[in-house]
Nanobody, 123 residues
Framework: QVQLVESGGGLVQAGGSLRLSCAAS????????MGWFRQAPGMERAFVGAISRSGSSTYYVDSVKGRFTISRENAKNTVYLQMNSLKPEDTAVYYC????????????????WGQGTQVTVSS
């Protein structure tokens, strides 16, 4: 069982940056690949990117490539989402999720979810 808690969301102007954190409970964090998703109002939850168990591999959707970076510190049971050059269309609730295999991009494939953190980008 893994419990996930996101933090770091907020209001930022277009072109700005935010770093989201996702803290995991338990001793098995390093056995999970981690994904980030987002859900805008009225939209389905969408995959943003993921990082492998060791952190050696990452994957991003095209819309965030070059702007977002996922990293993790297994010693701290934490995964990060660094978001740069933010755009109003990045506004959403952001979720981290854990899965026991690589590479999973679908919502239904993830076993554990955080509660989400709101990111709002003003124009």
């Amino acid at each position: 069982q893994v419990q996930l808690v996101e933090s770091g969301g907020g209001l930022v102007q277009a072109g700005g940056s935010l770093r989201l954190s996702c803290a995991a409970s338990g001793r098995t964090f390093s056995t999970y690949a981690m994904g980030w998703f987002r859900q805008a109002p009225g939209m389905e939850r969408a995959f943003v990117g993921a990082i492998s168990r060791s952190g050696s591999s990452t994957y991003y959707v095209d819309s965030v490539k070059g702007r977002f970076t996922i990293s993790r510190e297994n010693a701290k049971n934490t995964v990060y989402l660094q978001m740069n050059s933010l755009k109003p269309e990045d506004t959403a609730v952001y979720y981290c999720a854990a899965v026991g295999r690589w590479l999973v991009t679908g919502v239904e494939g993830y076993n554990y979810w955080g509660q989400g953190t709101q990111v709002t980008v003003s124009s």
